[in-house]
């Protein structure tokens, strides 16, 4: 009887809005929360129910919300907090529960507990943030930040430096110093009791930092060292997120994802597994770089669809029965799945279709991106000025200072810029975001991908989220069945089976615009009581040898104890 007693968010499916680039209100170019109150019905339509909320809290908008001057007032261009208190109570109307993001590893330069940390050296909240003497009119350390540059800033006036691992205008929490903590228990406290449904942590493993400080490793074309050693699951993280579990969680039903880059499924295992009391569920990246070259991120590689394979088999059973797993393609900071791993042109739909169904029958909870139920694809602005993302635009000068080509970098930045997901929501065939300017174009294609068209056909992508969602709350085998990958270094098709006591589905998709060939021998499945559960072609064979279409995906049930 134990699969009874599941949590709620094992069955459920999440949807990010982006609030900047979802739904405007009141004509001013940028989405607000009474925009979100308005597609409630949409969102409720898709079958979804968790919303997470990308930042919504009082910010000066250097890293796009992810600085926090303020984390129990709303931004003015959002709304105000009668407005996110309705938003609360109508999503709860329409079953669904509102997941905020937590970002407390810092906070923004402009925080009242930083402008006092930085008045005196005396000041009850010095400590609340990392500070440390320069050596010899240097940095106390080597690090470099995420958004690069030093990771140390210099305050004149104190003749002292803080720890930034991100912009200089998010200085680093010390979670060191038990004062801070409790501030941050309230502060969640503070929204729990407004009735929200869990966090999503925002690199929550960088908490806990090595006191010591060490100097980081120099890698090669780089002046500054790596200290993501020292930071990046700290020595005091497991018990830090046990502390925030007794002290703040456990009191609530709600769910928790951890933002944890670098993160192994080792440490995976040790932050999801119920019985440590840390988190639900934690947000992995490997997948994610695995279109990135020797060179980073901007450094654009072919998929390999047997990398991607091997890397989701690792997880699914690292963490089958001991913890959870977060399944996703895309979200703020990722480019549009279906022109990155699909085909965004002649194959859009079909190609969209496959992306979802194969990620969608893995076990773990989804979370799906704003418009990526539409199949909204990357956006090539041809000017350089209609970007906004602070990583696109501080790579851009870094990369033209060291000789590198407008063109060649464009071609980096619209691969894999954040813009790409940042593009308006696309309503209608004229855009339907806003009546007034957007903050951010919008992808020029809203005439053929939009929401009013999506709805009105039965054979949209949006019908197969709609679909997928529902097998979800229907089948356990989705929830509790075990993975088994088939034809691993098969170059273009991804082939596994999820199993269950008296079933097995076997899930088949085509990477490719190839037409391949698969022997149901080879899937290890009987051939006879077969159920087809999904199709994106909406048919399938059943011969002995199956020609799998151009980026076909389609799911068949076989029942156990029936011999071929």
Known sequence: MGQQM??????????????????????????????????????????????????????????????????RTIMQEFGTMEDMEQLIEESKKHGIRIVMDLVVNHSSDEHEWFVESKSSRDSIYRDYYIWRDGKEGHPPNNWGSVFSGSAWEKDEHMDSYYLHLFSKKQPDLNWEHQPLREEVYQLMTYWLEKGIGGF?????????????????????NNIYGDGSPYFINGPKIHPYLQEMNEKVLSKYDVVTVGEMPGATTDDARTYTNPDNK????????????LDSGPNGKWNVQPLKLIDLKRNFEKWQHALHKVGWNSLYWNNHDQPRVVSRFGNDSEYRVLSAKMLAICLHMLQGTPYIYQGEELGMTNVEFQK?????????LNMYKEKIEQGISHEDIM????????????????????GGFTTGTPWIRMNPNTDEINV??????????????QRLIQLRKQHD??????????????????????????????VVANFSDQTEQLEWKDCDVASKSQELIISNYGTVQTNEIVEIRPYEAFVVAFKKGIEN
């Open 6 to 71: 599941d949590p709620w968010w094992k069955k459920s499916v999440v949807y990010q809005i982006y609030p900047r680039s979802f739904m405007d209100s009141n004509g001013d170019g940028i989405g607000d929360i009474q925009g979100i109150i308005s597609k409630l019905d949409y969102i409720q339509k898709l079958g979804i129910d968790v919303i997470w909320l990308s930042p919504v809290y009082d910010s000066p908008n250097d890293d796009n919300g992810y600085d926090i001057r303020n984390y």
């Open 200 to 220: 999503r942590m925002d690199v929550i493993n960088f908490i806990s930092k090595d006191t010591q400080l060490p100097d980081g490793i120099v890698h090669p």
């Open 278 to 289: 840390e988190v639900n569920m934690v947000f992995t990246f490997e997948h994610m770089d």
């Open 384 to 392: 350089l000025e209609d970007y906004r993302d602070i990583e696109t």
């Open 411 to 430: 071609t980096g930045i619209y691969a894999k810029g954040r813009d790409n997901a940042r593009t308006p929501m696309q309503w209608t065939v004229e």
């Open 452 to 465: 009013e068209q999506a709805i009105n056909d039965s054979t949209s992508i949006f019908y197969t989220y």
């Open 477 to 506: 085998i989705i929830t509790h069945g075990s993975f088994q990958l088939l034809l691993a270094d098969h170059p273009n098709l991804f082939v596994y089976k999820r199993v269950s006591a008296d079933e097995e589905w076997l």
